[in-house]
């Protein structure tokens, strides 16, 4: 079984590759409808990431809970955890870490560093792509 690592790794090289296609195609000017690969790319890179927080969660609590997870407060914990993935829709920062906080006591805020971001530029992007207001289809997303 795939890693949630492994899961995103292919899912993201997916969004990377049709936002490719965009790029190659999005000439002067432009054809017509060529805007629709870039936003099935976005909605395929924030799936991506949605399904990452999912999966990683749950392997980590599978982690946690060891060999005896067969146990009635290991399978609270597991039901608990699948109510809150079923409600767990655009990840924001603030979801993301609530997560990971609520189910495994961890901040994850610590390790968020990207490209010389520090944790409140990453969660300002973030979030900018999970709440794009403006964009209807990402809200469906």
Same mark, same amino acid.
């Given at each position: ?6 899961? &995103?790794?292919?899912?993201? /090289?997916? %969004? =990377?590759? !049709? !936002? ?7 000439? $002067? ?6 805007? =629709?690969?870039? /936003? %099935?790319?976005?909605?395929?890179? *924030?799936?991506?990431?949605?399904? +990452?927080?999912?999966? /990683? ?9 060891? %060999?005896?997870?067969?146990?009635? @407060?290991?399978? &609270? ?11 767990? $829709? ?8 609530? !997560? ?7 901040? =994850? +805020? ?8 520090? *944790?409140?530029? =990453? /969660? @300002?992007? !973030?979030?900018?792509?999970? +709440? ?6 990402? $809200? #469906? #997303?």
């Amino acid at each position: 079984m795939p890693t949630a690592r492994e899961t &995103f790794d292919s899912s993201i /090289r997916d %969004a =990377v590759e !049709l !936002l490719g296609h965009f790029n190659a195609l999005n000439a $002067n000017p432009p054809p017509a409808h060529a805007e =629709v690969l870039k /936003r %099935a790319g976005i909605i395929m890179a *924030c799936t991506a990431w949605e399904t +990452y927080v999912e999966d /990683r969660v749950l392997e980590a609590l599978h982690a946690r809970l060891g %060999a005896g997870s067969d146990s009635f @407060q290991s399978q &609270f914990m597991l039901r608990q955890l699948r109510l809150a993935l079923k409600q767990f $829709n655009n990840p924001t920062s603030d979801k993301t870490h609530k !997560l990971f906080a609520d189910f495994l006591g961890v901040d =994850v +805020y610590e390790g968020w560093k990207w490209n010389n971001y520090d *944790c409140a530029r =990453v /969660r @300002q992007e !973030l979030d900018a792509v999970m +709440y794009a207001s403006g964009n209807p289809i990402l $809200n #469906a #997303a």
